[in-house]
């Protein structure tokens, strides 16, 4: 359906112009030179203006000034004002307001559309009655025109409500999508976030069961558990913060450094300057990284991990490899590989995770960022 998102939400149904065009045609109205050259309908004789025209072109006037808020009693008065102006025979340029009145009520009228559709023809049939009583000169086909006349304007107008309706239940599909979208990114920024601190945890605290003769490692081991557990805290307060949370290379160095006190060799290099640190692409990689020493955690506990991360002028390169037969399976579940492969896909990047021919397994992406981000 045609929408009208082009046009000002306030002009949509044109009643913020109807104020000034009903002043506007008050004051043509009043003009010498203008009266008896408006509308004409019914076939009775012009005769000069008195106190009852500008009665007349007052109440097809006035209503136009309220008739955003009150439509259908604003069309009431003006079909009143309308009917005295050709009845008394004034035709004044006033009758314009009728067709803007209708159009308006079409536009914004909900409730009891019917019945004030139905009233309006009762009427024009009253008023075609009060003119043949008259002995008007007007043929049937031009009465039948005039009321086509004004059925299309309240037709247009009931088009412009249809529109509107449209263009809000497109507005809420788009709000509810937005919430469903933000939602699933919510619970998969938990689903990282608790898995990886998680499972440091679980691999800290399995260790520390076979380090009671060591008290000093013993201890060490348990610090570790704790750190973990607060850093765990930290992550999930700023992700429910700020919903995304971006990460630095500070951060990176952070999560590399609780790695290996979970008992995990990495090696962590890092070049170049980030193009846009508080971009879309620098937490994507943080999120690759995570992500792949979790897995390395999981299914490779003990194996050497090497973490690359570079920042060139338009992307971000993140590769992380695990040595050893043991790191074949290191995909785990394969669900937050696929949300890590949605998100890179998202920004226009590339990412790749699979067993690598010597043997291990890898993780590789290509982020966008800067202007591309």
Known sequence: MTNLRWVPKRWRGG????PPIGLALFAASLVP?????????????????????????????????VCRRWPVPCLAVVSLGFAVDQLGGYHSVAGTALPLALLNAGSRTAAHRRATALGFSAAFLVLVAAFELRGAGESPGEYVAFYL????AWGIGT?????????????????????????????????????????????QAEAARYLTAAPERLDETLAAVGDTGRQAMGDLRKLLDVLDPGHDGEELRTLVEQTRRAGQPVEFTEAGTP????????????????EALTNALKYAHGTPTTVRVHHGDREITVEVSTAGSRAGSLGGSGRGLDGLRERVDGLGGEFSAGPRAGGGFSVRARIPAGSAS
Do not use: K, N
């Open 15 to 18: 009643a913020v112009w109807f």
């Open 33 to 65: 030179d203008l009266q008896s050259h408006g509308t004409q309908f019914g076939g009775l004789p012009s005769r000069p203006f008195d106190v009852l025209a500008v009665v007349a072109v007052a109440l097809q006037c006035a209503p136009l000034a």
């Open 275 to 290: 193009a846009d640190p508080a971009g879309r692409a620098a937490p994507v990689a943080y999120r690759v990284v995570r």
């Open 159 to 203: 088009w412009l409500r249809s529109t509107r309706a449209a263009e809000a239940e497109r507005r809420r599909r788009v709000a509810e999508d937005t919430r469903a979208a933000e939602r699933t990114r919510i619970a998969r920024e938990l689903h990282d976030v608790v898995t990886h601190h998680v499972t440091a945890m679980v691999v």
């Open 149 to 152: 006349a004004l059925v299309l």
